[in-house]
């Protein structure tokens, strides 16, 4: 969803006043007039933080902010002509979308915004209320020692409430593969609380690198009902045996009596 909002705004470029005009010129000075007035505002009401103007030959024509766009995003979407998104990582990330921008019927270059994604983490928080968090893998000279996980080789980029999760995540990398949690949610107890912990693998532009969202849900409501279910079964049951047998014993006593006469 934020993929999909950052290229809708991306896509309205070209309605800026000017703005075809500056493309198609590929005047850098020309298209920084247009698109400056907005740049504050966009910042302000979108959570973008950079921005990039790219010609249909994957040339920079303008930037704002301190974007770290791959080489191969913009060369993805100049030349399949259609948008493309994804994420970009180190002891950061930021997700990218990009858009290929038509001006008089043809192609006109790309827009690139990009946000901090844990923007994108924090309002999953906000709306599902669900935790998560990004992890990376990592060369040796990049190892950050705070958010380090050895034994998945990871960094964690981004987390919410990092101080209950990064301890669960140190416990769970050490029991279980985290290409693993790709297809098989792990349970985990933690104190009086239990959680399950998911990988989703993340669109990256690194081959060297790969990222995942971790996503940990608190389902300790839901495993103490169940909990409660099964063991009021279990009682059900013994009781039920015990009922059971009583009345089988009711039922041969007055024979069993004769019998023993």
């Known amino acids: 969803q934020s993929a999909s909002r950052m290229q809708q705004l991306a896509g309205t470029v070209v309605a800026i006043e000017g703005m075809t005009e500056a493309l198609n010129s590929g005047n850098p000075q020309q298209i920084n007039q247009s698109f400056d007035p907005y740049w504050w505002q966009l910042q302000l009401d979108s959570g973008i933080e950079s921005a990039a103007l790219y010609g249909s030959d994957n040339t920079l024509l303008a930037e704002w902010g301190l974007p770290n766009i791959p080489e191969s995003l913009v060369e993805d979407t100049n030349g399949q002509e259609r948008p493309n998104w994804g994420v970009n990582c180190w002891l950061t990330c930021e997700i990218y979308a990009a858009v290929p921008l038509l001006t008089n019927g043809k192609s006109g270059g790309v827009a690139v915004f990009g946000a901090p994604f844990v923007d994108v983490i924090i309002d999953f928080k906000r709306v599902a209320d669900i935790d998560a968090g990004v992890a990376v893998t990592v060369e040796q000279h990049e190892v950050t020692t705070q958010r380090y996980l050895p034994d998945w080789n990871v960094n964690v980029v981004a987390l919410t409430q990092a101080e209950i ?17 790709e297809k098989n949610v792990r349970m985990a107890f933690e104190g009086n609380s239990v959680y399950e912990v998911r990988s989703i693998p993340l669109n990256m532009f690194s081959p060297q690198n790969r990222g995942f969202i971790l996503v940990i849900t608190d389902v300790t409501a839901k495993f103490n009902k169940l909990t ?28 069993m009596t004769r019998l023993r006469h």
Do not use: H
Request: net charge negative.
């Open 165 to 181: 999760n990064l301890p669960l995540l140190e416990r769970i990398s050490k029991e279980n593969n985290l290409m693993g949690l």
């Open 228 to 255: 409660d279910s099964l063991n009021d079964t279990a009682m059900f049951g013994i009781l039920g045996l015990i009922i059971a047998e009583v009345l089988v014993l009711l039922i041969l006593w007055r024979p």
